[in-house]
């Protein structure tokens, strides 16, 4: 039988639909290949297998022939490789021309050189077996697509598509107007490609990539005519125990020869790039005098290789530079065990010596970016930008063309020209900057940087991880059957590098933990590490290990948001992408799963308007509520169920561009028929739950096994172990919502409806939580409009001013007050002092972020609500709608590595503040503050699939923070209270004046301190008097933490609320950033409240908030609850 992963691909062949295949070794993609060849030849149908080597073309071609007598398949089989006679090839010339076969099976080479043979045959599949070496020529793209059935003209249109969709989005980064015309020429360009493939019969093609390294526009051809993109396997998809051990340079060969004679054969060593080839040179020389058969590789020297994979040499000796090839060029799961680092792995600079080589200039500026400040800071990130483009953005013949013209002065033209010219200014800015005396000292005094200082120059040595991560990751890669043990050891000569290199290491990785070597049970990895290679030496020679389970299970994971899907898809590799009209499925490798990731875009069901009592029919007692999909007006935005007798227009505005989501549910309809488990990963609420249940039961008649999983942070970790925990739909979570949703109905439109009869207006709503919220701001502004009183404010000569609203004015003029006060002379007194010690806040759950969030960002909840998704999206936060503040044991020791880095070890004392529940505060997901964040975005090491503005910025700057010192001692201070007399009257002013002990202060100061309050007696020089309100109105925040106090509304509901009341204009929100209510809200809130009080109560709304929680703990029946809602509600509107 077909596992799990061949049955998923043989069943988008049946639906004619081409992609790429990026699975690990031991899968069976060359035999899915050839068996698929088979089946369609015995329909009629011509196959083409291409592949890399003729090695490969004879082992294919004899596996193709002996399995077609194996099932009494007819097909006529059609081999090209290098060990044909003569007059066999010939034979294979004719019978090609006469199409006197059904599977072709040649190298890639082949089909580059003969394309006019071919190009007159038409393939239903051509089956690619390492897409890799196809690409090496482009052109290779345009022979295969023809071969499918593509004209050139309609390659050409895919072409141009591509240009355009490049400049566009160039235009639009440039912030630079885009003609109307061009996008009607994408649309043009579309209708034409899609007629052209509805009207041929394009055939089907099948990818399969080690790599998917492919570069460059043509390959994006892909995209636009067969609805897919090749993706790559992770780099940092690891199992490695990272292990270091503190050596000092005499004894590093010793070291090194000490754990070979451990660990054995299968090991890899590198020496630093600075000690090059001749220190590597004799370290193996070294080893071989002492029993161990080491060889040496580089790119003069791979010789070795082929003793190595024979099991003939023990170890490889290289250097650790990011191309070498023993660092980037080995995928030899069954033969490399280990990696050991003699000495740390590193780049060496002079400072003096510099050479104008971007790779190197990038790496010396972003190691001493922290340093600088002010036009150095600002022009350092502009050219680490520029630089980091073009190395991105060149392909490597054109890069080796720039670094030969830098290194030999020779000058370039045209393009690469213009790049020189801005490498060599950038070289300019580096050479000016390295000789300031103030870098100098500063470098120094860095923690992760080595300064080697000589008569002649001063080197910099830092860490290198990318190099360690890649060289590392030669011993661990992916298989059929999960992600193999390896074995890394750093034998370190620098604990400056050391500690750079783990700091780094972490910024790329979050699996990565490192352990001194007296930590770990080596002989205990050794096993883990032999056990996988046993299985991998089994499943390569094809050997069936009955006794495990099913290599690479297929699985459709389905979450809310495109930013969260793309972002789950990033951390396993650059994901392979398929589209089905405007949905994009991402396709990786987890070790355990072949997955595709989609997102459903929240809610795709809600309740329809005009069956039953709104949309609830009553059948035998019982209610049954009616769902439909969601349909959205791409113009006017308005949401609605009911379609206008089928016309499909809006019911707001007419238009007829209506998205329904429908279309989502079919398109991910279609993708899970092709797995063999759906997993629903909504957000870990009530409302994600009643989501997954929509979605679990329109998927149900295609799919056996649906599961739920749910992660309160989108990290790679999270999103392991929330597959590795899957569980199902807890229906009474779901329960819940219906009934929440149903009251929510009835309520809001019996309201709306008398609302519309009383004052005529079908534009107003109303709400069981919104009503006594906007009845809160009525009442504080009436109370704000009581509390108006003349008030004085006097300014003394040391700047500090005093507010008098306590004067007793007696009948007198203001002018008459204020010439007397300006008559006396103010006393400050010292009353009292003592010295308080601050515990820090909790950090945040919703309403807490969104209390400070409002005041500090000078925005709306509905916007930080809308930041926060973001942030948790991207994986920066942990889920930000919660009412807890527990930190996990995973959150404390986030916090224990910060503090301890950044401030040491003292300070930092874990709480868990809340015990209970499953839920946990809002916390960021990795140790990096809002500065690093930054700066490894700059860097190219963190990735946001969407970009960050200066609000998200802002705001995980405040939650970092506060989650950082809510982990911290407690702050000291100095309370001081002072008594101001002015002549009869006086003023007590207490505050903090001093910080003794910061503690948690050192990175978060929730007070403010008095300043300018010393004792003496003071002039006056100025006292001005004005009528002011000393009951303040209430801003967006007071009303989030009325809500949590009172306990109306859920963290997922707050912001809603208080935009629903701005939306509707029933309040509006002045410059001041306070909430005022409008007179059309007055009116609705007295009518409400008149007539409807028990409905629309805080009591009532906390009533229903208990009965919710009761449903989704199994306390009671969700029928029951409902029905009296019911009755209560149809008592109180009849």
């Known amino acids: 039988t077909m596992w799990s992963a061949q049955r998923a691909w043989a069943r988008r062949v049946i639906k004619k639909r081409s992609f790429a295949i990026l699975a690990p070794t031991g899968v069976g993609k060359t035999v899915f290949g050839i068996l698929l060849s088979l089946y369609l030849a015995d329909r009629g149908e011509r196959s083409y297998i291409v592949?890399?080597?003729?090695?490969?073309?004879?082992?294919?071609?004899?596996?193709?022939?002996?399995?077609?007598?194996?099932?009494?398949?007819?097909?006529?089989?059609?081999?090209?490789?290098?060990?044909?006679?003569?007059?066999?090839?010939?034979?294979?010339?004719?019978?090609?021309l006469k199409g006197e076969f059904d599977i072709l099976i040649t190298t890639s080479q082949f089909l580059a050189r003969n394309i006019e043979l071919l190009k007159n045959i038409k393939f239903h599949l051509i089956f690619v077996d390492d897409v890799d070496a196809l690409l090496k020529s482009s052109k290779n793209i345009d022979r295969v697509l023809i071969l499918l059935g593509f004209s050139e003209d309609i390659i050409h249109c895919g072409l141009r598509l591509i240009n355009l969709k490049r400049e566009i989005a160039y235009r639009i980064s440039r912030r630079e107007e885009v003609s109307q015309e061009r996008f009607l020429e994408i649309e043009t360009l579309r209708r034409e490609i899609e007629d052209f493939i509805n009207s041929n019969r394009i055939?089907?093609?099948?990818?399969?990539?080690?790599?998917?390294?492919?570069?460059?526009?043509?390959?994006?051809?892909?995209?636009e005519l067969l609805n897919f993109e090749v993706g790559s396997r992770a780099e940092f998809l690891r199992n490695i125990s990272d292990i270091y051990v503190l050596s000092s340079k005499e004894k590093l060969f010793e070291d090194a020869l000490n754990l070979v004679k451990k660990l054995g054969k299968g090991g890899l060593i590198f020496v630093p790039v600075d000690e090059g080839i001749e220190t590597a040179k004799k370290l193996v020389e070294y080893m071989n005098s002492n029993g161990i058969k080491a060889a040496l590789v580089y790119a003069k020297e791979k010789g070795a290789l082929e003793g190595f994979l024979r099991g003939e040499i023990d170890v490889l000796v290289g250097v650790a530079i990011y191309y070498g090839l023993l660092v980037r060029g080995l995928d030899y799961p069954e033969v490399i065990r280990y990696a050991i680092f003699v000495g740390v792995p590193r780049f060496k600079f002079s400072m003096l010596g510099l050479e104008p080589n971007p790779i190197r200039m990038l790496q010396l500026l972003t190691n001493i970016r922290e340093l600088l400040k002010g036009d150095d800071a600002r022009f350092a990130d502009r050219y680490i930008a520029y630089l980091r483009r073009i190395l991105a953005d060149l392909d490597r013949p054109k890069l080796m063309l720039l670094l030969e013209a830098l290194n030999k002065g020779v000058k370039l033209v045209g393009s690469l020209g213009r790049v020189q010219e801005r490498v060599h200014m950038i070289y300019k800015f580096i050479r000016e900057l390295v000789e300031k005396e103030y870098i100098r000292e500063k470098l120094k005094t860095l923690p992760y940087v080595s300064i080697e200082e000589t008569d002649k120059d001063i080197f910099i040595r830092i860490p290198d991880a990318m190099t360690y991560l890649q060289a590392a990751g030669r011993t661990s890669r992916m298989f059929a059957g999960g992600i193999s043990k390896g074995i890394s050891i750093v034998i370190v000569d620098d604990e400056k590098l050391l500690s750079g290199l783990i700091r780094q290491t972490k910024w790329y990785s979050e699996d990565v933990e490192w352990k001194s070597l007296d930590e770990v049970d080596l002989e205990l990895l050794i096993k883990e590490v032999d056990r996988d290679r046993d299985i991998i030496r089994r499943i390569l020679a094809g050997k069936v290990i009955r006794e495990r389970a099913e290599p690479l299970k297929t699985a459709l994971l389905l979450v809310e948001s495109p930013n969260k899907a793309r972002t789950i898809a990033h951390f396993f590799g650059r994901p392979s992408i398929r589209r089905l009209g405007r949905y994009s499925l991402y396709e990786v490798g987890t070790g355990d799963y072949l997955l595709g990731i989609i997102a459903s875009g929240g809610h795709v069901c809600d309740l329809i308007t005009r069956e039953g009592i709104d949309g609830v029919l009553k059948v035998n007692g019982d209610f049954i509520p009616v769902y439909t999909s969601i349909k959205k007006c791409q113009d006017c935005g308005e949401q609605f169920t009911d379609e206008d007798e089928g016309?499909?227009?809006?019911?707001?505005?007419?238009?007829?561009?209506?998205?329904?989501?429908?279309?989502?549910?079919?398109?991910?309809?279609?993708?899970?028929?092709?797995?063999?488990?759906?997993?629903?990963?909504?957000?870990?609420?009530?409302?994600?739950?009643?989501?997954?249940?929509?979605?679990?039961?329109?998927?149900?008649?295609?799919?056996?096994?649906?599961?739920?999983?749910?992660?309160?942070?989108?990290?790679?970790?999270?999103?392991?172990?929330?597959?590795?925990?899957?569980?199902?739909?807890?229906?009474?979570?779901?329960?819940?919502?219906?009934?929440?949703?149903?009251?929510?109905?009835?309520?809001?439109?019996?309201?709306?409806?008398?609302?519309?009869?009383?004052?005529?207006?079908?534009?107003?709503?109303?709400?069981?939580?919104?009503?006594?919220?906007?009845?809160?701001?009525?009442?504080?502004?009436?109370?704000?409009?009581?509390?108006?009183?003349?008030?004085?404010?006097?300014?003394?000569?040391?700047?500090?001013?005093?507010?008098?609203?306590?004067?007793?004015?007696?009948?007198?003029?203001?002018?008459?007050?204020?010439?007397?006060?300006?008559?006396?002379?103010?006393?400050?007194?010292?009353?009292?002092?003592?010295?308080?010690?601050?515990?820090?806040l909790p950090p945040y759950s919703t309403d807490s972020m969104l209390r400070e969030a409002t005041q500090r960002l000078r925005v709306g909840v509905d916007t930080v609500m809308r930041i926060a998704q973001d942030l948790f999206e991207l994986g920066l936060i942990t889920y930000h709608r919660t009412d807890s503040t527990r930190v996990s044991s995973t959150g404390r020791n986030i916090a224990r590595e910060y503090i301890a880095e950044t401030f040491g070890e003292e300070y930092f004392i874990g709480r868990e503040w809340m015990r209970e529940g499953a839920h946990e505060c809002i916390r960021p997901t990795r140790p990096i503050d809002s500065e690093r964040l930054m700066a490894l975005i700059r860097e190219g090491i963190l990735r946001p699939v969407r970009p960050l503005t200066r609000r998200h910025f802002i705001l995980y700057d405040l939650i970092f923070r506060r989650f950082i010192a809510s982990q911290m001692p407690p702050a000291k201070v100095r309370r001081v209270k002072y008594r101001i007399t002015i002549g009869p009257y006086s003023k007590e002013i207490e505050g903090y004046v001093r910080i003794t002990e910061d503690g948690f202060m050192k990175i978060y100061k929730p007070i403010r301190l008095l300043e300018g309050l010393e004792e003496g007696e003071y002039e006056i020089d100025e006292v001005r008097y004005r009528k002011i309100a000393t009951i303040p109105l209430y801003t967006q925040a007071d009303i989030i933490r009325l809500m949590k106090e009172k306990n109306i509304g859920r963290p997922s509901t707050y912001a809603k609320i208080v935009k629903t009341l701005l939306d509707r204009r029933y309040i509006i929100e002045t410059k001041n950033r306070k909430l005022v209510p409008t007179s059309r809200g007055i009116e609705v809130y007295k009518f409400l409240l008149n007539h409807y009080e028990h409905l629309v109560s805080e009591e009532r709304t906390r009533v229903v908030e208990d009965r919710m929680q009761a449903i989704e703990e199994g306390r009671e029946n969700y029928k029951e609850v409902l029905r009296e809602f019911f009755e209560e509600i149809q008592r109180a509107l009849i």
């Open 51 to 96: 592949l890399p080597t003729t090695l490969l073309v004879r082992q294919v071609w004899e596996k193709t022939i002996s399995f077609a007598e194996k099932v009494g398949s007819r097909a006529r089989i059609l081999g090209y490789h290098g060990r044909l006679t003569r007059k066999e090839k010939v034979e294979f010339r004719n019978r090609l």
């Open 203 to 223: 055939g089907v093609l099948i990818v399969s990539t080690a790599t998917g390294k492919v570069k460059g526009q043509r390959v994006k051809l892909f995209r």
């Open 647 to 840: 016309r499909g227009e809006c019911p707001a505005c007419g238009s007829k561009r209506i998205f329904d989501s429908a279309d989502t549910v079919n398109a991910i309809k279609e993708f899970a028929q092709e797995v063999d488990l759906v997993v629903i990963c909504t957000d870990p609420d009530t409302e994600g739950e009643k989501i997954g249940w929509d979605l679990a039961t329109l998927l149900s008649p295609y799919v056996n096994d649906i599961r739920r999983a749910e992660f309160h942070e989108v990290t790679k970790r999270a999103v392991i172990n929330a597959l590795s925990k899957l569980r199902d739909i807890d229906v009474r979570l779901v329960e819940a919502q219906i009934v929440r949703r149903i009251e929510d109905r009835w309520i809001g439109f019996g309201l709306s409806r008398k609302l519309w009869e009383k004052f005529n207006m079908k534009t107003l709503s109303a709400g069981r939580v919104q009503t006594p919220v906007l009845g809160w701001i009525i009442e504080r502004y009436n109370e704000h409009l009581k509390s108006v009183k003349r008030v004085y404010f006097v300014r003394l000569e040391n700047g500090l001013i005093v507010r008098l609203d306590n004067v007793d004015e007696r009948g007198r003029k203001p002018k008459e007050v204020r010439d007397e006060l300006k008559s006396y002379r103010a006393v400050v007194e010292k009353i009292d002092e003592r010295e308080e010690s601050i515990n820090p």
